[in-house]
Nanobody, 120 residues
Framework: QVQLVESGGGLVQPGGSLSLSCTAS????????MGWYRQAPGKQRELVAR???????YYVDSVKGRFAISRDNAKNTVYLQMNSLKPEDSAVYYC??????????????WGQGTQVTVSS
């Protein structure tokens, strides 16, 4: 079984910063990509940022230049530094681990989600 535990959400004023982290634990051999998704009320879940092997990174246009994703493979942890936050960034943020290789095969896993609220 693989668990993803997120931390770092909370309430911040517009223009402020938050840092999210997500650590994968359990019995697995490798993780291909890790990423962050978000879902606001009444909206579909969207991919915010994704990182493969620490080099290839993807950002949705709305966060480019403001968010930075990084990964510590030794700790099986992915981070999301969010700067210049806007009210429209408010959402539940979910950590995702893609193509996790376990004894049972390859699968994707999700964290439980952490709330980010940007409001004055």
């Amino acid at each position: 079984q693989v668990q993803l535990v997120e931390s770092g959400g909370g309430l911040v004023q517009p223009g402020g910063s938050l840092s999210l982290s997500c650590t994968a634990s359990g019995n697995f051999f490798s993780i291909d990509a890790m990423g962050w998704y978000r879902q606001a009320p009444g909206k579909q879940r969207e991919l915010v940022a994704r990182i493969i092997n620490g080099r290839n990174k993807y950002y949705v246009d709305s966060v480019k230049g403001r968010f930075a994703i990084s990964r510590d493979n030794a700790k099986n942890t992915v981070y999301l530094q969010m700067n210049s936050l806007k009210p429209e960034d408010s959402a539940v943020y979910y950590c995702n681990a893609e193509k996790v290789e376990t004894m049972s095969g390859v699968d994707d896993f999700w964290g439980q989600g952490t709330q980010v609220t940007v409001s004055s």
